[in-house]
């Protein structure tokens, strides 16, 4: 699948699929940059692949962030939903 062929579903619920696609690239391209740094004596290289690798990991985080939010978000959502509908009556 082509990265320009992804489309989101529109029926996620307390998460999201195109973040969790998102996290799992991300993560990928980490692997991908620590594998290069294993093999690399460049400094100047190794440099520019560990900030690299820095950078994508706090993107990661902000992704892990986001879903997190989106999830708490949809419980509190669930909660009220189901407050409704445990009204006695």
């Known amino acids: 699948m082509k990265d320009n062929e992804i489309k989101c579903m529109h029926a996620c619920k ?19 940059y620590e594998g290069m740094l294993d093999e690399c004596n460049l ?6 692949i560990t900030d690299t690798v820095e950078e994508k990991r706090k993107a990661i985080l902000r992704i892990i962030q986001k879903l ?5 978000r949809s419980q509190v959502i669930d909660g009220m939903i189901s407050s409704f509908n445990n009204i006695d009556g």
């Open 68 to 72: 997190n939010e989106i999830h708490a």
């Open 43 to 48: 400094p100047e290289v190794r440099s520019f």
């Open 14 to 32: 307390n998460t999201c699929a195109m973040l969790n696609e998102a996290l799992r690239k991300e993560a990928s391209i980490v692997r991908f």
